[in-house]
């Protein structure tokens, strides 16, 4: 009876016995990728250095424990067996070695490939590789995988990534699976047996409202996921790409009300950032715990735009425990003025203890009304606790 199970088992079609490896991401992942700062100027030291400066910076402790070698670490060919190799200047020692240190300080290690027959910088892609390729990161230690989607040419999105996903189930080793195919084919509706994330806009810069395709400002990606909170939640999750958070062209408040807002999103929050050269100011949004416990909340909801008005957006998250995070993000060039009655907020249902959590403040409850200036592309930032009843 066991070998005719068995021989049923291995008659059934490959795409059935795979799937993705579940339970890897309960929460938005989070750690550092090396392309918004390095492009594909990335090499083995530069991987250690930025390593060691995510451990010294605090950034590991806050939850960071990713670290993804984006586009640029091949060679510039496959080897006479079709294998992957990386480039042996950068990385004489091979990516098996890399991720050894990583592991050895904590972190757990990702790569970058593509869906296609190159990277987006000309590097060998996975098409038609995608089992020899998932066995190779198996065997270099590889716990994440970013898979980009340029020179696809015809190849249709979910069969092509479901066919990397079948080779990373059948190579054995766990893989967050991270489908970085830029929304182009609404993943959100079919990649949920498929990855764990999913890119839902073309690429993010350093840029405010930038408009410009594939180089995006964070207030204009914003608001293309509104309406896209019904398709996330533990082990799928939809990405508006990495975090810009410190970098030049962002000022201290764009920073942190890109940070504040993506944590309202439910994130992965990929920071992208020279760790290694970071201002206090920088590093005190990034690792500020009260605003990261509201991205990597278990209850797993992404939020909403509650509410907009000319240079006032409203964004709420549901929390566990019946706890609300509400961000009001003034998106105009000038300071205004938020006054706040609570019951106009519909989704709360009695009174709640108000904290201001980037001042580490509490306000009282919801009760009285609060009133105060948000300065330009700011935010303010709630974290609404229900009042417990007085005991007996």
Same mark, same amino acid.
């Given at each position: 009876?066991?070998?005719?199970?068995?021989?049923?088992?291995?008659?059934?079609? $490959?795409?059935?016995?795979?799937?993705? /490896?579940?339970?890897?991401?309960?929460?938005?992942?989070?750690?550092?990728?090396?392309?918004?700062?390095?492009?594909?100027?990335?090499?083995?030291?530069?991987?250690?250095?930025?390593?060691?400066?995510?451990?010294?910076?605090?950034?590991?402790?806050?939850?960071?424990?990713?670290?993804?070698?984006?586009?640029?670490?091949?060679?510039?060919?496959? &080897?006479?067996?079709?294998?992957?190799?990386?480039?042996?200047?950068?990385?004489?020692?091979?990516?098996?070695?890399?991720?050894?240190?990583?592991?050895?300080?904590? /972190?757990? /290690?990702?790569?970058?490939?593509?869906?296609?027959?190159?990277?987006?910088?000309?590097?060998?892609?996975?098409?038609?590789?995608?089992?020899?390729?998932?066995?190779?990161?198996?065997?270099?230690?590889?716990?994440?995988?970013?898979?980009?989607?340029?020179?696809?040419?015809?190849?249709?999105?979910?069969?092509?990534?479901?066919?990397?996903?079948?080779?990373?189930?059948?190579?054995?080793?766990?893989?967050?699976?991270?489908?970085?195919?830029?929304?182009?084919?609404?993943?959100?509706?079919?990649?949920?047996?498929?990855?764990?994330?999913?890119?839902?806009?073309?690429?993010?810069?350093?840029?405010?409202?930038?408009?410009?395709?594939?180089?995006?400002?964070?207030?204009?990606?914003?608001?293309?996921?509104?309406?896209?909170?019904?398709? $996330?939640?533990?082990?799928?999750?939809? &990405?508006?790409?990495?975090?810009?958070?410190?970098?030049?062209?962002?000022?201290?408040?764009?920073?942190?009300?890109?940070?504040?807002?993506?944590?309202?999103?439910?994130?992965?929050?990929?920071?992208?950032?020279?760790?290694?050269?970071?201002?206090?100011?920088?590093?005190?949004?990034?690792?500020?715990?009260?605003?990261?416990?509201?991205?990597?909340?278990?209850?797993?909801?992404?939020?909403?735009?509650?509410?907009?008005?000319?240079?006032?957006?409203?964004?709420?998250?549901?929390?566990?425990?019946?706890?609300?995070? $509400?961000?009001? /993000?003034?998106?105009?060039?000038?300071?205004?003025?938020?006054?706040?009655?609570?019951?106009?907020?519909?989704?709360?249902?009695? &009174?709640?203890?108000?904290?201001?959590?980037?001042? $580490?403040?509490?306000?009282?409850?919801?009760?009285?009304?609060?009133?105060?200036?948000?300065?330009?592309?700011?935010?303010?930032?709630?974290?609404?606790?229900?009042?417990?009843?007085?005991?007996?």
């Amino acid at each position: 009876m066991k070998r005719l199970v068995l021989l049923l088992i291995l008659c059934l079609p $490959a795409s059935i016995l795979a799937q993705k /490896f579940a339970g890897l991401a309960p929460t938005p992942p989070m750690g550092w990728n090396s392309w918004n700062t390095f492009g594909v100027n990335v090499d083995e030291k530069l991987i250690k250095e930025m390593a060691d400066a995510m451990v010294s910076s605090g950034m590991q402790k806050a939850g960071y424990n990713y670290i993804v070698i984006d586009d640029g670490w091949e060679d510039m060919a496959r &080897d006479k067996q079709g294998n992957l190799i990386p480039d042996p200047k950068r990385f004489p020692n091979g990516m098996k070695a890399v991720g050894d240190y990583l592991h050895l300080k904590g /972190f757990k /290690f990702g790569i970058h490939n593509c869906a296609g027959t190159k990277t987006c910088s000309g590097f060998p892609g996975g098409r038609g590789h995608e089992f020899e390729d998932a066995r190779a990161y198996a065997s270099w230690g590889v716990d994440y995988l970013k898979y980009d989607w340029c020179n696809h040419g015809t190849a249709n999105a979910e069969e092509t990534y479901k066919t990397m996903r079948d080779g990373l189930y059948a190579a054995g080793r766990p893989v967050v699976f991270s489908l970085c195919e830029w929304g182009n084919n609404k993943p959100w509706l079919w990649a949920q047996d498929v990855g764990h994330l999913w890119r839902t806009t073309g690429d993010i810069t350093d840029c405010y409202e930038c408009q410009d395709v594939y180089a995006l400002g964070w207030k204009y990606i914003l608001k293309l996921q509104i309406g896209l909170e019904k398709y $996330a939640g533990p082990d799928h999750w939809n &990405d508006p790409d990495m975090l810009e958070v410190g970098m030049p062209k962002l000022s201290l408040a764009e920073s942190r009300a890109h940070f504040s807002l993506w944590c309202i999103l439910a994130a992965p929050l990929m920071a992208g950032n020279d760790v290694r050269k970071m201002s206090d100011e920088v590093r005190a949004i990034l690792t500020n715990q009260e605003v990261i416990a509201i991205d990597q909340d278990p209850l797993g909801k992404q939020g909403y735009q509650f509410m907009e008005h000319p240079g006032k957006q409203i964004w709420v998250k549901e929390l566990s425990d019946g706890k609300w995070a $509400a961000c009001f /993000f003034n998106d105009s060039d000038e300071k205004v003025r938020v006054r706040v009655h609570w019951p106009h907020l519909s989704f709360l249902k009695g &009174d709640y203890e108000v904290r201001d959590v980037w001042q $580490a403040k509490n306000l009282g409850t919801t009760a009285k009304n609060f009133d105060g200036d948000i300065a330009p592309h700011d935010v303010i930032l709630f974290k609404l606790s229900p009042v417990k009843p007085a005991a007996p």
